[in-house]
């Protein structure tokens, strides 16, 4: 019943900045942690970036200092700021939400990627 929707991709020059969404639909309580992974070919799947419900955050070494990740849980809602973007942050852009739904269930819901291509 959970569905994620990404948008914000695209093409961008070196130094350009991309801001990512992810919206969830469907019975959600709240969001307790979302996260950002990507995906570039030949290469498996790494986490860019992760925040919990805390406040909690955490980047991966490659991003830290250029890339910020935000929320907005009134509208279930997760963001990726990527500033000074560099040809090799191109990949597939994925989000993950964990959260918890009004029966006190958690699940964990991916959306479908978004490509973001940063030329040189």
């Known amino acids: 019943q959970v569905q994620l929707v990404e948008s914000g991709g695209g093409l961008v020059q070196a130094g350009g900045s991309l801001r990512l969404s992810c919206t969830a639909s469907?019975?959600?309580?709240?969001?307790?942690?979302m996260g950002w992974y990507r995906q570039a070919p030949g290469k498996q799947r790494e986490v860019v970036a992760a925040k919990t419900s805390g406040g909690s955050t955490n980047y991966a070494d490659s991003v830290r200092g250029r890339f910020t990740i935000s929320r907005d849980n009134a509208k279930n809602t997760v963001y990726l700021q990527m500033n000074s973007l560099k040809p090799e942050d191109t990949a597939v852009y994925y989000c993950?939400?964990?959260?918890?739904?009004?029966?006190?269930?958690?699940?964990?819901?991916w959306g479908q990627g978004t490509q973001v291509t940063v030329s040189s």
């Open positions: 993950d939400l964990y959260v918890r739904d009004y029966s006190s269930r958690e699940m964990s819901y």
């Open positions: 469907g019975s959600i309580f709240s969001i307790i942690i």
